[in-house]
């Protein structure tokens, strides 16, 4: 059995800040932990509109708190987010997220992250190679 909590994650190599100042993400379950899937708490700052296009990942995303919106670039279609809200990008979607309010996150990632990732300039995660183990 793993078990973890926020608070402490949060003092460890867990917790990436994105260079951009958007968000932080605390990672709870990686790669290295070989469920098959990773899982974040992540805190998207008031103010935050940046595009994400995750290529090689699927993600599920629940608001915990906050409000905002999601676009997908595909279509323009504009999705409210606020508590209770789920997403789902089940087609790799290019989208753009907009905190309106600073949003909380819960975030399941297929296949799972290794702990490092950062959104690169095409809105990507990149690809590392090292696990984070804290």
Not at 39 to 49: E, R, V
Request: aromatic share 8%.
């Amino acid at each position: 059995m793993i078990v973890r909590t926020l608070p402490d994650a949060e003092k460890t190599g867990r917790r990436i800040v994105s260079p951009d100042g958007n968000w932080e993400s605390t990672r709870l379950l990686l790669k290295g932990d070989n469920m098959g899937f990773s899982f974040h708490i992540t805190t998207i700052y008031q103010g935050a509109d940046f595009q994400m296009h995750y290529q090689n990942h699927l993600e599920s995303v629940y608001c915990i708190s906050g409000e905002g919106e999601v676009e997908t670039l595909d279509d323009g279609n504009k999705y409210p987010v606020s508590p209770g809200t789920i997403y789902i990008l089940d087609k790799h979607d290019k989208h753009i997220l907009r905190a309106f309010k600073e949003m909380k996150m819960a975030c399941v990632f297929n296949p799972p992250v290794h702990g490092k990732e950062v959104h690169k300039t095409d809105g990507a995660y990149e690809l590392i190679s090292e696990m984070v183990t804290d």
